[in-house]
């Protein structure tokens, strides 16, 4: 693949898929559906959506101070009108910290498989 200048000049800040321009190095979308089949989810729509708000939170942390509970919250918040946190465990019944950071490329931070935080396995 051809360098341009921007790339010469700013090494290591071309993202790879705009649509998720906060994924982890190496992640793909192909990568979130391995696991989901793996795992028996068809990921759709919001799916999607709630996997780039976890990397989001988490390009925007320091990843020995993410704070689960305000991650739980933040993403009750976000998917408040289509029911907040009883959504999202439809959505990802192994929690949707926990189980959407497995997709997500994203290490599960301390506390997400605690049955209160974010898992129900």
């Known amino acids: 693949m051809m360098e341009t ?4 000049m700013h090494p290591g800040t071309r ?3 705009p649509a998720f321009p906060h994924a982890p190095d190496g992640w793909t979308r192909d ?5 989901a089949r793996e795992e028996k989810l068809r990921l ?3 799916h999607w959506r709630v996997l780039k708000a976890l990397q989001e939170y988490f390009a925007r942390h320091e ?4 704070n689960v509970r305000e991650l739980h919250d933040a993403l009750d918040e976000a998917f408040h009108l289509k029911g ?12 949707p910290v926990a189980q959407g950071c497995r997709l997500a ?3 599960i931070p301390t506390g997400a498989i605690d049955r209160n935080f974010g898992s129900v396995m």
């Open 63 to 66: 990843p020995d101070k993410i």
């Open 84 to 95: 907040g946190l009883r959504y999202l465990y439809t959505l990802f019944p192994g929690g």
């Open 31 to 35: 990568t979130a559906l391995a696991i």
């Open 15 to 17: 993202v790879e898929n």
């Open 44 to 46: 759709e729509e919001d």
């Open 5 to 8: 200048m921007d790339d010469i």
């Open 105 to 107: 490329g994203l290490e």
